[in-house]
C-alpha cells in the first residue's frame, strides 16, 4: 500500500516557530514531526509515500530527500499555498498514488498509532481512524455503530487525520479545492464509509501547548 502525507499547511497557530520553519520539520522527539511518521510507515511495511508540500515545500524537500534515508522512497506533490485545501491537495497527487485504496496522514499530529493497521483496508470507500476527543475539539466528529459503520450519531469522536481512501472518491469531485471531509461524507453518504478506533497516543500538534505536550512525550 502507498501513503499520502498531508503535509501543505501553513501553521499560523505555531506562528513565530512557523515563520521560518514549516510545521512538519519542527523537531520533536530528535526528529522533524514528520520523520515519526515516515519510520512508522516503513516500518509497518509501506513501499512509497507522496508529500505535498506548499508552504516552505523547499525545506521539506531539502530535509527528507528521495526518501532513502527514512526507508521508503518519496514523491513530491507541489502546490500553490493555500490553492487546493486538503480535499483538493489529495486530488492533485492522483496520478502518483495509481489506483489502489492508499493510506492518507496527517503531518500535523503526533500518535502511537500503528500503520500496520490499515494494511488489509480496502474497498471503494474511506476508512478512518477515531480518537478519543481532544479538550479543544470536546464534541467530536463522527460516531462508529455496532458493524464498524461511520455514522451522524453519538457517541462521536475525533478524526484522527489518518485513513484509508479510495481514489475513485476524490475524482469525484469537480472542484480542485475543497475539504477531505466533503469526501468523508460522501462516503458515508454511499454507505461506503468505516472506521476503527485509536486508544493510545495521539496529540494535535496545531498549538504551542500540544508542540510542547508532544516533545515531553517524546522524551525532549
Do not use: C
Not at 519510520?39 to 516552505?56: K, S, T
Not at 502546490?79 to 496522514?105: C, K, S, Y
Amino acid at each position: 500500500m502507498k501513503a499520502m502525507i498531508l503535509a501543505a499547511g501553513r501553521g499560523e497557530r505555531l506562528r513565530p516557530l512557523t515563520d521560518h520553519t514549516p510545521k512538519p520539520l519542527l523537531p520533536v522527539g530528535g526528529r522533524p514531526l514528520i520523520g515519526h511518521h515516515l519510520a512508522a510507515l516503513a516500518a509497518a511495511g509501506f513501499d512509497e509515500v507522496v508529500i505535498n508540500v506548499a508552504y516552505r515545500g523547499d525545506q521539506i524537500r531539502a530535509a527528507l530527500g528521495d526518501g532513502r534515508a527514512q526507508g521508503l522512497p518519496i514523491r513530491y506533490s507541489v502546490e500553490q499555498p493555500g490553492a487546493l485545501d486538503t480535499g483538493g491537495g489529495v486530488r492533485n497527487a492522483l496520478a502518483m498514488l495509481g489506483e489502489a485504496p492508499f493510506a492518507l496522514i496527517s503531518a500535523d499530529v503526533f500518535t502511537d498509532f500503528d500503520y500496520a493497521r490499515l494494511a488489509g483496508v480496502s474497498g471503494d470507500g474511506a476508512h478512518v481512524v477515531l480518537v478519543d476527543n481532544p479538550a479543544h475539539h470536546v464534541d467530536g466528529d463522527f460516531g462508529l455503530d455496532a458493524h464498524g459503520r461511520l455514522v451522524e450519531a453519538p457517541p462521536r469522536r475525533t478524526y484522527a487525520g489518518i485513513g484509508v481512501y479510495a481514489p475513485a472518491l476524490f475524482r469525484a469531485v469537480e472542484a480542485q479545492r475543497f475539504p477531505l471531509v466533503q469526501v468523508i461524507r460522501q462516503a458515508m453518504a454511499g454507505g461506503r464509509a468505516s472506521g476503527q478506533h485509536h486508544a493510545g497516543r495521539w496529540i494535535d500538534v496545531g498549538r504551542p501547548s500540544a508542540l510542547a505536550a508532544a516533545r515531553e512525550a517524546a522524551g525532549d
